[in-house]
Nanobody
Framework: QVQLVESGGGLVQAGGSLKLSCAAS????????MGWFRQAPGKEREFVAA????????DYADAVKGRFTISRDNAKNVVSLQMDSLKPEDTAVYYC???????????????WGPGTQVVVSS
């Protein structure tokens, strides 16, 4: 059973930066694309960013393009999300998961971890 543990969230002012990390145990994720998703209060969970198994291809939601950077270290089973120029609308719980793209939409593959809370103040 894979376990995903996200970390690195916190409270930051608009324009600031945070770096999120996600560690997977119980199963290597070197064989999967990995993604970050987020869920804001009262909203559906949404796709944020994804990176293929080798890291050779990356995709971002339009809302975060140019501000967020996804990366991965397959040797450590870790995927990261560098978030710069944060905006209040980025406030959400952020989750990582294995991901698969179909029809231009990214879907999660595993059970969700606890997530990490990001709050951006204006």
């Amino acid at each position: 059973q894979v376990q995903l543990v996200e970390s690195g969230g916190g409270l930051v002012q608009a324009g600031g930066s945070l770096k999120l990390s996600c560690a997977a145990s119980g199963r290597t994720f070197g064989g999967y694309a990995m993604g970050w998703f987020r869920q804001a209060p009262g909203k559906e969970r949404e796709f944020v960013a994804a990176i293929t198994r080798s890291g050779g291809s990356i995709d971002y939601a339009d809302a975060v393009k140019g501000r967020f950077t996804i990366s991965r270290d397959n040797a450590k089973n870790v995927v990261s999300l560098q978030m710069d120029s944060l905006k209040p609308e980025d406030t959400a719980v952020y989750y990582c998961n294995a991901a698969s793209a179909r029809g231009g939409t990214w879907y999660s593959l595993w059970s969700w971890g606890p997530g990490t809370q990001v709050v951006v103040s204006s």
